[in-house]
């Protein structure tokens, strides 16, 4: 009977909606702008935020860091590599790491290609198997071991035309020849820590280093049985140890912690994110607010169907029940619309930009809907239809029957309470509308002082050009800056360059870049 009843609901909400099919596509689009938003935002926030990062067993992962009150250094040296790879008792896999770039030059027309540096214990770290030869082993990531490298699928099928006989081969790269070890199987989705790589070599740090230069990260897997707060006051207390080794490298409110490796990874956007969920939220409030009162408005022609329905039987709670199923449904047409439009729109933006967020892979590629996004969506409509739907439920369930089916067919009017109800909305709308017109107001005001501020120089026409430095002769002060002499001349002699400069970084302090 209850089933019965229900569907015939949904038959008189989907003749009213027919019916009057203006006000149908005007509730539906203020709800799809209000839910599509919220959809739209909920979407990263779930790609940020909610979503494993993609490795076997990911709670266990943390990122190795130095803490001190003025906040964290994340950044790794050979030094600190070196000690933390000891702590054993809370630690095991504890991995280095940084992206560059490397020039290709064994094929018919040079390339860059998207380099990352690792120690051994990196791809045991996140989970990583080959479809062709092996990783690297801890001999090859030894000071003078061998120059060996692993190619990423995509650019042994792309660049090396998916040869089975690659292992074995050598490759110039950055005039240096590499013997080809392995390929790996990209099963694992390394874009929620950069952009993956599509060649790697070994680091080969010198155990006996006491180099405390920062240029690569590190991250690391809890040993066995050990907990987050276990490691961290080993590490604490391992401070100590370090700062005996190496006196003047750590001063003595710095101390070492792990990080979840999310945590890590997110921890700079999680409070802007927050803000735009907040702002969005807004958003849907003005939608219900807006759809409220055109709820009320349809609610004073309907006053004699209603009443009608009350005279035959109908109690108020079935009365209520029809109107909030009217809304429900509405919400639902604009949650499916909305959603649609909402994630569609996102890609689209970030394709155009993705705001330096994590996580969200090139161009917005790892933003889209799963289940999370499907339940949330399905959920903020069901909610909003309630939402906005109970007022006018309330209010026009409540019809005075006798004052009511007295009045001819052409006269309505409306009561002081539906009145109120709706000056109330009115102002709530106004109110939510002024804040977020406020707020947007303030951020356009700080991106336009952000976009005026004057770089010291003139940017028309500058062009920047990026290069990798890695081979034997660019290891000293002098080749670099020999190599940085010789390609500043050479760019001020073609034809329409003005004037030609470069700043660079010797390595192993940075990935080299000059600019001109």
């Known amino acids: ?49 909610l979503v494993p990062v993609p490795f076997p067993d990911p709670n266990n992962i943390v990122a190795l860091q130095a803490r001190a009150p003025q906040g964290t250094n994340g950044g790794g040296s050979p030094a600190k590599f070196m000690h933390w790879r000891e702590q054993t008792t809370v630690l095991k896999d504890v991995a280095a790491f940084r992206t560059g770039v490397m020039n290709y030059t064994g094929g018919a027309f040079p390339e860059q ?30 000071p003078q071991g061998e120059k060996v490298a692993i190619l990423s699928f995509q650019t042994w099928t ?26 790996i199987d ?16 070994p680091f080969q740090l010198d155990p006996n280093t006491k180099d405390q230069g920062h240029y690569f990260r590190v991250m690391g897997r809890l040993a066995d049985g050990v907990a987050l707060d276990q490691a961290n006051a ?35 956007v999680r409070s802007s ?65 909305g959603s649609i439009l909402g994630v569609i729109g996102i890609r689209a933006l970030l394709s155009v930009n993705t705001a330096g967020l994590p996580r969200v892979g090139q161009d917005g590629a790892l933003v889209g809907v799963d289940w999370r996004v499907l339940t949330f969506t399905m959920l903020v409509s069901i909610g909003t239809g309630i939402l906005f739907g109970l007022i006018p439920a309330f209010s026009g369930s409540r019809a005075d029957l006798s004052a009511t089916l007295k009045e001819s067919s052409g006269r309505s009017g409306t009561g002081f309470r539906q009145n109120k109800a709706r000056s109330i909305l009115v102002v709530v709308e106004v109110s939510l509308a002024v804040i ?57 002699t073609l034809p329409g360059v003005v004037a030609a400069s470069a700043t660079c970084c010797v390595p192993p302090l940075a990935d080299t870049a000059c600019r001109s």
């Open 1 to 49: 009977m209850a089933i019965e009843s229900f569907v015939q609901d949904i038959k008189q909400s989907v003749r009213m909606f027919w019916q009057s099919r203006g006000f149908t596509a005007a509730a539906v689009a203020a709800l799809a702008l209000g839910i599509g938003a919220n959809t739209a935002i909920f979407s990263v926030v779930n790609a940020v935020l």
């Open 113 to 142: 290609l998207r380099s990352g540096q690792v120690s051994a214990d990196f791809f045991r770290l996140f989970g990583v198997k080959t479809v062709l030869g092996r990783t690297f082993s801890p001999e090859e990531d030894r």
């Open 158 to 183: 792309r660049r090396f035309d998916s040869d089975p006989n690659i292992i074995g081969k050598t490759i110039s790269l950055s005039s240096n020849p590499y013997v080809v070890i392995g390929v």
């Open 186 to 201: 990209g099963q694992v989705d390394f874009r929620t820590l950069f952009n993956p790589p599509e060649v790697w070599t």
């Open 234 to 268: 080993r590490l604490r207390l391992s401070s100590d140890e370090f700062r005996t080794k190496f006196p003047r490298a750590l001063q003595n409110d710095v101390y070492f912690a792990a990080q979840p490796l999310k945590e890590a990874v997110v921890s700079n």
């Open 273 to 337: 994110l927050m803000v735009l969920v907040g702002a969005v939220s807004f958003v849907l409030l003005i939608a219900c607010a807006n759809v409220a009162n055109l709820l009320l408005v349809r609610a004073t022609g309907r006053r004699r169907e209603i009443a009608v329905r009350a005279a035959i039987g109908a109690g108020r709670g079935r009365l209520m029940r029809q109107l909030l199923t009217e809304s429900v449904m509405l919400s639902l047409a604009g949650g499916v619309l």
């Open 436 to 492: 977020l017109l406020i707020g947007s107001a303030l951020l356009i005001r700080t991106a336009v002082a952000l976009g005026r501020v004057d770089p010291g120089f003139d940017v028309h026409n500058v062009l920047a050009m990026r290069m990798s430095l890695t081979a034997p002769r660019f290891q000293t002060a002098a080749g670099v800056e020999q190599m940085v002499h010789d390609g500043v001349e050479r760019l001020k």
